[in-house]
């Protein structure tokens, strides 16, 4: 299994403002999926980030609001740009286990937006 | 579109005794089934999975599920629950390719003294 960290754990934010969360990965992966979760709620994947080509975006997600860098096959960054109080969450990373549809998931940042 | 229901939004249980959590999916072909638990401040660990074969898998930490094709269930079980186990358990799908997972809304674990 790989081990996940992010960075920064938690936050607060102004509104207008932006937050830029790390992900870093102990060994090589190839696929990077970045999820949302609001309070109370579920996961809802934002993108799949790939090394070497843009980001996967889903539905209701747009570049403009979640930029995603993928430079390496370790890293990873997420921002949430031009903050507001309905983009408080958890943000998760994960990675791409050797099982078909498994993940490993690192320990979240938890976003407040005032 | 693949999607998957946790009819049960919170459960309590008393420390010893069993647990079942539901979860039912809606895939068009043979789904690919996992648990995961979160427990307070905590990313997602993966308690079990299922892919083909026998439709009883075994997970960690004591945990089991039963993938029952004409029910279109995959629940949880455990046979005596210890207070370590409160916790949120997402049930998920995989989807597209099976590299995307589709979660539930999650059912939240009490275990009560």
């Known amino acids: 299994s790989a081990v996940i960290s992010q960075k920064p754990s938690r936050d607060i934010c102004q509104r207008g403002t932006s937050l830029t969360i790390q992900c870093q990965v102990d060994s090589q992966v190839t696929m990077m999926f970045w999820y949302r979760q609001q309070p109370g709620q579920s996961l809802t994947l934002i993108a799949t980030?790939?090394?070497?080509?843009?980001?996967?975006?889903e539905s209701g997600f747009v570049i403009d609001k979640f930029p995603i860098s993928r430079p390496n096959l370790t890293f990873s960054t997420l921002t949430v740009s031009n903050l507001s109080p309905e983009d408080s969450s958890i943000y998760l990373c994960?990675?791409?286990?050797?099982?078909?549809?498994?993940?490993?998931f690192g320990p979240g940042t938890r976003l407040t937006v005032l | 579109a693949q999607s998957v229901t946790q009819p049960d939004i919170h459960i309590t249980v008393s420390e010893g005794a069993s647990l079942e959590l539901r979860c039912n999916y809606s895939y068009g072909a043979t789904p690919y089934l996992f648990w995961y638990v979160q427990s307070p401040g905590q990313g997602l660990q993966l308690l079990l999975k299922y892919f083909s074969g026998d439709t009883l898998v075994q997970g960690i930490k004591g945990f089991e599920a039963e993938f029952k094709r004409s029910q279109s269930s995959f629940n949880l079980r455990k046979p005596s629950v210890h207070w370590s186990d409160a916790a949120e358990y997402f049930c998920?799908?995989?989807?597209?390719?099976?590299?995307?997972?589709?979660f539930g809304t999650g059912t939240r674990l009490l275990v009560s003294p």
């Open positions: 998920a799908v995989g989807a597209s390719g099976f590299q995307k997972l589709v």
């Open positions: 994960s990675v791409g286990g050797i099982g078909v549809g498994e993940q490993f």
């Open positions: 980030a790939n090394q070497g080509s843009e980001a996967t975006y």
